[in-house]
């Protein structure tokens, strides 16, 4: 496809609690537009507080897609959710409305706008063998092993993530070739979209500040009672979407192993550490303009030069 025939689209990028829902509910007011999540966590059904979902009443406001696609027992990973939301960003481009892909994940973001690197698969008996030293040492003991083999790619996992160090172990064992030296050579450039990819510039104190709050707010709002409502239904704590933040928080508080003042704390620590993370990322990204949430003219009069350029 010649470049000037690529769809165009909008990417809202940024560290949680950034304001990146309240921002394009607003573009989409101001510029026909429809909002695909790019979030890894929101994909999840009945996973609505902790993933600070859009309300119901923003989605009633703009059509919101990729929400509440898979169960939390059901796998998502970059390839799925590519699979699953190209053919409606192409869709909402053809019906010549505004594409807003709107989230904090930035490799769905990348794989999304670039493709995905093809790489080894998997091997059962290694698998299993790391999964067997990742449950009796621990995902922080797994992660020290993947600094030690490929440190750029520890780097951009957090330790507790023992499903993504598992796989980056597993293709250097397989390759001989690290994880990150693949992401470099396949480089995401199967470039299907044409993108502006606008990330949320916050000031640093007030984004912790913003994160405390929403820490404090979730609890208030029903995440203990959504956690529990989780795991009455059968789903394991041993999940990887019943691993994330904030679910693995109230855990330990159902479990009776935190105190719920210690659980909030804890919860804090990790969504800005998780934040720190998110923008780090998208720092390292190429392409990427750094924009004032608060700034709606700004952000719509770029966005509307974009959409009028021929390229």
């Given at each position: 496809m010649s470049e000037d025939k690529r769809p165009k689209i909008i990417v809202i990028a940024g560290p949680t609690a950034s304001g990146k829902t309240t921002l394009a509910v607003d573009l989409a007011n101001a510029l026909s537009g429809e909002v695909v999540n790019a979030d890894a966590m929101q994909v999840y059904r009945g996973m609505d507080i902790g993933t600070a979902k859009p309300t119901h009443d923003e989605q009633r406001e703009i059509p919101h897609h990729m929400l509440d696609v898979v169960n939390p027992d059901e796998d998502c990973n970059a390839a799925i959710y590519r699979r699953m939301a190209l053919p409606i960003v192409n869709e909402i481009c053809s019906k010549g409305k505004t594409c807003l892909v709107v989230g904090g994940t930035g490799l769905y973001i990348r794989g999304l706008i670039g493709g995905l690197m093809e790489s080894p698969p998997s091997d059962p008996e290694l698998r299993e063998r790391l999964r067997m030293e990742c449950k009796i040492h621990g995902t922080a003991k797994l992660h020290e092993k993947l600094e030690a083999l490929d440190p750029e790619r520890a780097e951009s996992i957090h330790p507790n993530d023992g499903v993504r160090i598992i796989r980056a172990i597993e293709i250097n064992y397989l390759s001989d070739l690290r994880s990150s030296d693949l992401m470099k050579r396949h480089g995401f450039r199967e470039r299907s979209l044409n993108a502006l990819k606008l990330c949320?510039?916050?000031?640093?104190?007030?984004?912790?500040?913003?994160?405390?709050?929403?820490?404090?707010?979730?609890?208030?709002k029903g995440l203990i009672e959504e956690t529990r409502a989780l795991l009455e239904l059968g789903y394991s704590p041993d999940l990887k979407s019943m691993k994330a933040i904030g679910y693995r928080h109230m855990i330990r508080y159902l479990k009776g192993e935190w105190s719920l003042e210690e659980t909030i704390t804890k919860l804090k620590r990790d969504t800005r550490r998780y934040a720190k993370r998110q923008l780090t990322w998208f720092k390292a990204e190429p392409g990427v303009i750094w924009v004032d949430p608060e700034d709606l003219d700004m952000v719509i009069k770029r966005i509307r030069l974009f959409l009028s350029e021929r390229t």
């Amino acid at each position: 496809m010649s470049e000037d025939k690529r769809p165009k689209i909008i990417v809202i990028a940024g560290p949680t609690a950034s304001g990146k829902t309240t921002l394009a509910v607003d573009l989409a007011n101001a510029l026909s537009g429809e909002v695909v999540n790019a979030d890894a966590m929101q994909v999840y059904r009945g996973m609505d507080i902790g993933t600070a979902k859009p309300t119901h009443d923003e989605q009633r406001e703009i059509p919101h897609h990729m929400l509440d696609v898979v169960n939390p027992d059901e796998d998502c990973n970059a390839a799925i959710y590519r699979r699953m939301a190209l053919p409606i960003v192409n869709e909402i481009c053809s019906k010549g409305k505004t594409c807003l892909v709107v989230g904090g994940t930035g490799l769905y973001i990348r794989g999304l706008i670039g493709g995905l690197m093809e790489s080894p698969p998997s091997d059962p008996e290694l698998r299993e063998r790391l999964r067997m030293e990742c449950k009796i040492h621990g995902t922080a003991k797994l992660h020290e092993k993947l600094e030690a083999l490929d440190p750029e790619r520890a780097e951009s996992i957090h330790p507790n993530d023992g499903v993504r160090i598992i796989r980056a172990i597993e293709i250097n064992y397989l390759s001989d070739l690290r994880s990150s030296d693949l992401m470099k050579r396949h480089g995401f450039r199967e470039r299907s979209l044409n993108a502006l990819k606008l990330c949320l510039n916050v000031d640093r104190e007030d984004l912790y500040h913003r994160i405390n709050e929403r820490s404090v707010n979730m609890a208030d709002k029903g995440l203990i009672e959504e956690t529990r409502a989780l795991l009455e239904l059968g789903y394991s704590p041993d999940l990887k979407s019943m691993k994330a933040i904030g679910y693995r928080h109230m855990i330990r508080y159902l479990k009776g192993e935190w105190s719920l003042e210690e659980t909030i704390t804890k919860l804090k620590r990790d969504t800005r550490r998780y934040a720190k993370r998110q923008l780090t990322w998208f720092k390292a990204e190429p392409g990427v303009i750094w924009v004032d949430p608060e700034d709606l003219d700004m952000v719509i009069k770029r966005i509307r030069l974009f959409l009028s350029e021929r390229t």
